[in-house]
């Protein structure tokens, strides 16, 4: 098995809805700037991989295309809101298998306005995560997605004691990051106040500013092998450790907890056989990129990860442990929460952030001496990609 290099990642800052370019010059963009930082050309490019969720068949063919027709295979990816890291899965493994020696992954997403909707004119794959939320948190005038998270951070409240200030305080932190990424849609510092007093979604469980919001972008990243970067002389300094991509198991409905899901098996699965397969452990982590969509979920994924035991992220948060000078630096980018969730781009952006962390390139975002980065990525319905980093 090859090992796969990271060596170009491209990213445009990230908008509120309306505001952005249409999708198919955002993908161009984003694949533009990850083929010159990579140093290639796109006849170089052997495959690419296209993530999105809402837009037409073959979008990834109508980006691309304004970089070349080169007959290449291109690939559209739709896994919900792990779009991007899934065509980062299947960019890594056609190089791993020496299918492939030069591959894109790229992933964009133009949004609308509001809460995430699904289409009633045919079976939902989320029926029967509705069914089982209606019978465990009810609450049926919000939407989805806000009764999914915001009934995963209620049983962690009511299991472990958890209190509404402590997902003020991921929040308040994320903005604090944020303020450093030119590419983040939101870089004003907020306070734990400041998200407390925010418009109400769910009384005492979840504010308007603890939900990331709708937001319209693309990143991209090249994908290689060693022999292809050894023959061009291509940086050869960050490249991915292990990777693991887990679905639903029967504990996401089977438990009948809302943390269960949500993910949290997904990722705890994926992140065992990451640190397995490259040989360290939660503790060797010194930033990560995770999937922040509520910042109920960030403090699951504290415990999904490993980095503090299950009913252990509020003391996490409190400790100071997922920001700079604590245990793990958590979304230096700002995260969902702040930087924003174009669905199909969020994988590559995660890629984006870490690839320059590791670098050392991440300016006033940088955290000193990284050496092991983790990514994860969730899509309900589902699908979860852990990706570890390490730089050469």
Known sequence: MSRTYVVGVGMIPF????TSDPYNVMGMRAARLAIEDAGVAYRDVQQAYAGYVHGYSTSGQHALYELG???IPIVNVNNNCSSGSTALYLARQAIASGAADCVLALGFEEMQPGALG????SPSPFDKFDQLTDELVGMTHIPLALRYFGGAGLTHMRKYGTSLRTFA??????SRHAVNNPMAVFRKELTEDDVLQDTVIWPDVMTRLMACPPTCGAAAAVLVSESFARSRGIRTDVFIAAQDMVTDLPSTFEARDMIRLVGFDMAKTGAARVYERAGVGPEDIDVVELHDCFAQNE???YEALGFCPEGGGEKFVRDGDNTYGGRVVTNPSGGLLS????????GLAQCYELTHQLRGTAEKRQVQGARNALQHNLGMGGACVVTLYQRA
């Open 15 to 18: 908008k509120k809805p309306g």
């Open 69 to 71: 027709m080169t007959g």
């Open 118 to 121: 699904t289409e009633k004119s």
């Open 169 to 174: 305080a991921i929040r308040a932190k994320a």
């Open 299 to 301: 403090l699951l994924c």
């Open 339 to 346: 930087k924003g969730h174009p669905l199909g781009a969020t």
